[in-house]
């Protein structure tokens, strides 16, 4: 069972008390890359809200095997046709958004909660921000679509519901290793998901998401689910992540800056710019090399449609001698 969830890459923001959210310091935006540890959830609750609040998840346990690593990325996708922006850790665990300036939507993506995993394509999407937007706001919308499961069995059917986000708490943030950021803001995005799929049931989920002055990304993530079915009852889960880079330094490096990968998910072709020649190579996820291309300064464009659908790693040895790496995503 997949073990990620579906408002895991709900935001991907930079705020701070005194400050407000934007496009520019909150949607997610092509070339953003971070890591995130699941953790033992056992005895973890997500904490007060308020101001001058303090968390503390010190102690917190993280597994290394359950690293998963997100790219956001531009997008063009003929199932979410009104998105421009996707935030992806594989080609089956994606969420799509429409980004604008006064507005950020959530139009779907996967979904894996007790023994539920289905695709969601909303027909009415999720408000997840409405610009400017500050500590204290509350933003509802009215929710609706379709889903496709995989999991208990293959069924197609529909969906309502509806979506609340809330800035609800600022303080203090503690996590393990000793790692304290004073300047934490807590934001609150929950969904109800009404389905029908044979039989009706319901996904209860609210995220709370912790972020910190100066980065892209959470720095902690709590995940509490409840599932409801005729067949099977009422299930419960808690889920938590760590973002990978707050056991370092608190900040998230924003890998391959030097060059420009798009679109990215991509199908059949890959452009990638630069302003010097290089040699690339396309690594799969043992490491080993499925492409090789030589790059003059400008525009080259890759074919990928014979590759497996999946995360790569693209290598660039620059003519200086630098290097750089870039994850791609390729669907078909």
């Known amino acids: 069972m997949k073990t990620h969830s579906l408002l895991l890459l709900v935001l991907v923001v930079t705020f701070n008390l005194k400050a407000q959210f934007t496009q520019i310091n909150h949607a997610p935006a092509n070339g953003e890359t971070f890591e995130m540890y699941q953790c033992d959830s056992t005895g973890i609750t997500a904490g007060a809200s308020g101001t001058n609040t303090t968390w503390n998840y010190g102690a917190l346990n993280k597994h290394n095997s359950l690293l998963q690593s997100y790219t956001v990325a531009t997008v063009n996708s003929m199932q979410y046709p009104l998105a421009n922006v996707a935030a992806a850790a594989s080609a089956s665990n994606m969420s799509y958004y429409r980004s604008k300036p006064d507005t950020l939507y959530y139009y779907g993506g996967n979904i894996a909660v007790g023994a539920i995993a289905a695709n969601l394509t909303y027909s009415s999407p999720a408000l997840y921000a409405k610009y400017p937007m500050s500590y204290g706001a509350q933003i509802n919308s009215t929710t609706g679509g379709s889903i496709v499961a ?39 995005t929950s969904q109800t998901i009404n389905f029908n799929l044979l039989v009706p049931g319901s996904v209860i989920q609210r995220s709370y998401d912790f972020y910190a002055v100066g980065t892209k990304a959470p720095l902690l993530s709590v995940v509490a689910s409840t599932l409801n079915t005729q067949l099977g009852g009422t299930s419960t889960q808690t889920l938590v992540f760590l973002n990978k880079g707050s056991l370092l330094t608190g900040n998230f490096d924003l890998s391959g800056s030097a060059i420009d990968v798009y679109p990215n998910p991509a199908q059949t072709i890959i452009t990638v710019k630069s302003s010097q020649n290089a040699q690339l190579r396309i690594l799969d996820l043992n490491g080993r090399c499925v492409s090789e291309f030589e790059m003059n300064t400008g525009s080259t464009m890759l074919e990928v449609a014979n590759s497996k659908p999946g995360i790569y790693t693209l290598h660039i040895i620059f003519a200086d001698g630098t290097q750089s790496t870039k994850k791609i995503i390729l669907i078909h």
């Open 150 to 188: 995989s999991q208990p069995f293959p069924a197609n059917g529909a969906f309502s519901g509806f979506a609340n986000v809330n800035v609800d708490g600022s303080g203090t943030l503690t996590l393990p290793g000793n790692k304290v950021f004073n300047s934490t803001t807590r934001v609150v």
